[in-house]
């Protein structure tokens, strides 16, 4: 069973999960994602919960749907979910993190060496 946050709605934190494993490489352009039904029974969560999810992903194209074949990843599915992430980060991550870099005394160089190390462990 998948732990949803209570904050937020089901089908929102789906759709971003779907948009994560997008930008992971799970699902590459034009890949099929799994039905309403494997996905519900995947999450444990209600059809309704996925077709509202699908429909959301469908508006904000990253997703298309094959009549009788199913749903699938668009194009450029990667590119918007970058755009739409990265200002989101900048415009309301960023500014937080900055607010408490000052709070807190903690410099960009220190930020910048963190940054370094864990890039190399990341590639490790």
Same mark, same amino acid.
């Given at each position: ?77 990667? $590119?918007?979910?970058?755009?739409? $992430? #990265? #200002? ?18 903690? #410099? ?17």
């Amino acid at each position: 069973m998948t732990d949803f946050k209570q904050d937020r709605a089901i089908y929102l934190q789906m759709a971003e999960r779907i948009c994560d494993e997008i930008l992971a490489g799970k699902y590459n352009a034009d890949d099929r994602i799994p039905s309403v039904r494997e996905l519900a029974v995947l999450l444990e969560v209600n059809t309704n919960t996925v077709v509202k999810t699908y429909e959301l992903l469908l508006q904000w194209e990253v997703i298309y749907t094959k009549r009788g074949l199913g749903y699938f990843v668009t194009t450029d599915a990667l $590119k918007k979910i970058r755009q739409t $992430k #990265s #200002s989101k980060f900048m415009n309301e991550n960023l500014p937080e993190l900055f607010r408490q870099m000052e709070l807190l005394d903690i #410099s960009i160089e220190t930020v910048i060496k963190e940054w370094e190390v864990f890039r190399v462990n990341k590639n490790q």
